[in-house]
T-cell receptor, first 112, second 116 residues
Framework: GNSVTQMEGPVTLSEEAFLTINCTYT??????LFWYVQYPGEGLQLLLK?????DKGSNKGFEATYRKETTSFHLEKGSVQVSDSAVYFC???????????FGAGTQVVVTP | EPEVTQTPSHQVTQMGQEVILRCVPI?????FYWYRQILGQKVEFLVS????????KSEIFDDQFSVERPDGSNFTLKIRSTKLEDSAMYFC??????????????FGPGTRLTVL
């Protein structure tokens, strides 16, 4: 089964709208959780991470909280900009380190 | 800021040819990885490498693939006899350590491999 499941895109928003991208993970081991972002034509950049339950990762106005009870790591941003248009990948490690298991990615399009 | 670099940025090859994709991980990192992303699809793990040996590999990483750290800086992925389905973006990544404090993987910009 899928280790990481995230909502399908594309998600189209107007500038300054609130963004949520849902991500759930399989509850095996003690994973660290990550959000990576891929801007058009570029590679993967780490956006934020959380390593244990109730940790909150944050960066560039994005936040995600490691929720063990719901096995979720939803990404949120309160006011998106056109420059946030990208594909966002939720990922986990199986344990504290090791291979990353990625979700399918969610394309976000922010219009002016 | 230190970064992972990859060369070439784009490689075009004929089916059946050998290709070598090169990566220079961040200098104090100890764990190295290759991933691939077929166009429009998810990022897939290929192989991880630590202490000069493969620590884990996926079912994609068959006998046609090999990795090497030939010197103190480069980390290479070789595909011996390329197939059409090997066409993808190949990402190299590295991380500093194995604890949850230092486990984030930093990715290179990728090499786009096109097999004709």
């Amino acid at each position: 089964g899928n280790s990481v499941t995230q909502m399908e895109g594309p998600v189209t928003l107007s500038e300054e709208a609130f963004l949520t991208i849902n991500c759930t993970y399989t509850a095996t081991g003690y994973p660290s959780l990550f959000w990576y972002v891929q801007y058009p034509g570029e590679g993967l950049q780490l956006l934020l991470k959380a390593t244990k339950a109730d940790d909150k990762g944050s960066n560039k106005g994005f936040e995600a909280t490691y929720r063990k009870e719901t096995t979720s790591f939803h990404l949120e941003k309160g006011s998106v900009q056109v420059s946030d248009s990208a594909v966002y990948f939720c990922a986990r490690t199986r344990d504290s380190w090791g291979k990353l298991q990625f979700g399918a990615g969610t394309q976000v399009v922010v219009t002016p | 800021e230190p970064e992972v670099t990859q060369t070439p940025s784009h490689q075009v090859t004929q089916m059946g040819q050998e290709v070598i994709l090169r990566c220079v991980p961040i200098s104090n990192h100890l764990y190295f990885y290759w991933y691939r992303q077929i166009l429009g699809q998810k990022v897939e793990f290929l192989v991880s490498f630590y202490n000069n040996e493969i620590s884990e590999k996926s079912e994609i990483f068959d006998d046609q693939f090999s990795v090497e750290r030939p010197d103190g800086s480069n980390f290479t992925l070789k595909i011996r006899s390329t197939k059409l389905e090997d066409s993808a973006m190949y990402f190299c990544a590295s991380s500093e350590g194995s604890t949850s404090v230092r486990n984030e993987q930093f990715f290179g910009p990728g090499t786009r491999l096109t097999v004709l």
